[in-house]
């Protein structure tokens, strides 16, 4: 059973900075991609930024030069640094892991995390 647990949302002014962490369980598999997703209220699900087992990332246009995420393989974890926050990144984060199942490749979530910018 494989469990995503997310930390680090909380409240904070326009222009400052939050750290994320996931931290992924109950898996003997590796992992390939490990991500960051949002939801906003009325809005769909979008994809903040991924990363692969070896490290290459992709990040959504609009986070570009402010976001960065990055990995320790060794404890499971994916981090998502977020500098200049503006108040149009307010969301639920949702911490996303990519893990085989069967013969394809499953997307496990977390149960998100709240990241509130005031302006």
């Known amino acids: 059973q494989v469990r995503l647990v997310e930390s680090g949302g909380g409240l904070v002014q326009a222009g400052g900075s939050l750290r994320l962490s996931c931290v992924a369980s109950?898996?003997?598999?590796?992992?390939?991609?490990m991500g960051w997703y949002r939801q906003a209220p009325g809005k769909q699900r979008e994809l903040v930024a991924t990363?692969?087992?070896?490290?290459?990332?992709n990040y959504a246009d609009s986070v570009k030069g402010r976001f960065t995420i990055s990995r320790d393989n060794a404890k499971n974890t994916v981090y998502l640094q977020m500098n200049s926050l503006k108040p149009e990144d307010t969301a639920v984060h949702y911490c996303?892991?990519?893990?085989?199942?069967?013969?394809?490749?499953?997307?496990?979530w977390g149960r998100g995390t709240q990241v509130t910018v005031s302006s």
């Open positions: 996303s892991a990519d893990l085989p199942r069967w013969s394809l490749t499953y997307t496990y």
């Open positions: 109950g898996t003997s598999s590796s992992i390939n991609a």
């Open positions: 990363i692969m087992n070896g490290g290459s990332t």
